[in-house]
């Protein structure tokens, strides 16, 4: 694996998958761990709120983080032949399309 | 303690967005010759020189965001849901969801700017700033507007 050539890959990989990922775990609500503010607890995977409400929001993230992480370093140890062809476009149309993603799942705020 | 953060929040918050605007600006509307005006002097900034500052400064912007945000979820957004605020309450949510979009391309942004800036990913880096930098304007507002509207509960 040369490093210097790896990072694009990495990159890129990384941003796909962390957008996916992200979009995923709110919507399935696949967090990794629980915060609880009013108790300041943390807990592991799902957890329902006990007093006041639950946080999920930095589990996604870390959910999300985990996969970008693993799946970025796994596309570094793939042949450079096959790498050449990933566009660097990915980056940014795949996290654009999540946030558009948000906005329509996120339409009820708006329209009631 | 949560006042001095929010302020600290907010002050490195508009030190981002005046980074990613200038750096914006002059990516999208390179000046050519030597600027004499404001605008001109603006749009020929070296977009390079911001990379590492905005992708600090993001960091830590993103991260005091989420020290401060449970004191958001314990104390404004009840009172926005009680009130019936949806709109408010929408546009918060949108802001959580494009700040973590945004972490997640931090290592391309900061990739395809470094120097010696290769001309085939002028487009990529392009629209990787401009998405960061609708990023940061609409998380600024929407902090803002909430700000407004709840205050500091002092």
């Known amino acids: ?112 | 303690m949560i006042v001095a953060l929010l302020i600290i929040h907010a002050l490195l918050a508009v030190t981002l967005l005046g980074a990613i605007t200038h750096q914006t600006i002059s990516v999208w509307l390179p000046m050519r010759k030597t600027a004499g005006s404001f605008v001109g002097r603006m749009r020929s900034v070296p977009a390079g020189s911001y990379v590492n500052a905005i992708i600090v400064l993001y960091l830590i912007t993103a991260i005091l965001g989420g020290i401060i945000y449970p004191e958001y979820r314990l104390s404004i957004r009840v009172v926005l849901q009680q009130l019936r605020l949806n709109v408010p309450n929408g546009l918060f949510e949108l802001k959580e969801h494009f700040v973590a979009v945004g972490l997640g391309m931090l290592p391309a942004y900061w990739y395809f700017w470094r120097q010696p800036l290769a001309n085939d990913y002028a487009r990529t880096r392009a629209v990787l700033t401009a998405i960061l930098a609708f990023i940061v304007w609409w998380s600024f507002l929407v902090g803002h507007i909430l700000n407004n509207i709840r205050g500091f509960e002092v």
């Open chain 1, 1 to 112: 694996m040369n490093t210097s050539r790896s990072f694009p890959v990495f990159a890129v990989v990384f941003a796909v998958v962390w957008a996916v990922t992200y979009v995923i775990a709110v919507q399935k609500n696949y967090a990794l761990f629980t915060y609880h503010p009013a108790l300041e607890e943390f807990g592991l995977l799902v957890e329902k709120p006990k007093e006041g409400p639950a946080m999920y929001w930095y589990g996604w993230l870390a959910t999300a983080g985990i996969a970008a992480l693993a799946a970025g370093l796994i596309a570094c140890f793939v042949p450079e032949r096959v790498t050449q062809r990933l566009w660097s476009g990915w980056s940014w149309t795949i996290p654009l399309g999540v946030m558009l993603v948000f906005g329509y799942l996120l339409k009820g705020y708006f329209l009631r």
